[in-house]
């Protein structure tokens, strides 16, 4: 049975990039084994930039790159699995997944996003 990791209305501030969203959200973002990660998510509106990496301590890979555009979710703080879909990767036993968000905008905007490990 894996485990779910739900990042919500996590709030960037206007023109600003947070690094490591998913610790500064309370969340343990090391893997004890490798897994299988599906990742969801989206912004509450156009103007968000993020990227993914895995980190093992040497060598850091690149999931998403950076400046690659959160689509905006239908509904305002919720992601639904069945419409906001963003990728599927394996992650290595002792790594550490990282996510970073960048507003482009003028305003503060929250995204969320579900991680689900199998």
């Keep these: 049975m894996g485990r779910s990791v739900m990042v919500n209305e996590f709030s960037v ?16 973002a090391y893997f004890g084994a490798a897994a299988k990660v599906t990742f969801y998510g989206g912004a509450d509106a ?9 980190d093992d301590g040497q060598t850091m890979v ?3 790159p950076p ?4 689509g905006t979710l239908s509904t305002s703080g919720k992601v639904k699995t069945n419409e906001d879909f963003i ?15 960048t507003n482009t ?13 199998e």
Excluded: E, P, R
Aim: no cysteine.
């Design 67 to 70: 400046g690659s555009g959160l």
């Design 13 to 28: 501030a206007a023109n600003v990039t947070t690094n490591d969203v998913i610790t500064s959200a309370g969340y343990n």
């Design 62 to 64: 690149g999931i998403i």
């Design 105 to 117: 905008t003028g305003a503060a905007i929250k995204s969320n996003a579900l991680f689900m490990v």
């Design 87 to 101: 990728h599927q990767f394996a992650i290595a036993m002792g790594s550490k997944l990282l996510w970073n968000l």
């Design 46 to 54: 156009v103007g968000m930039q993020h990227s993914l990496f895995t």
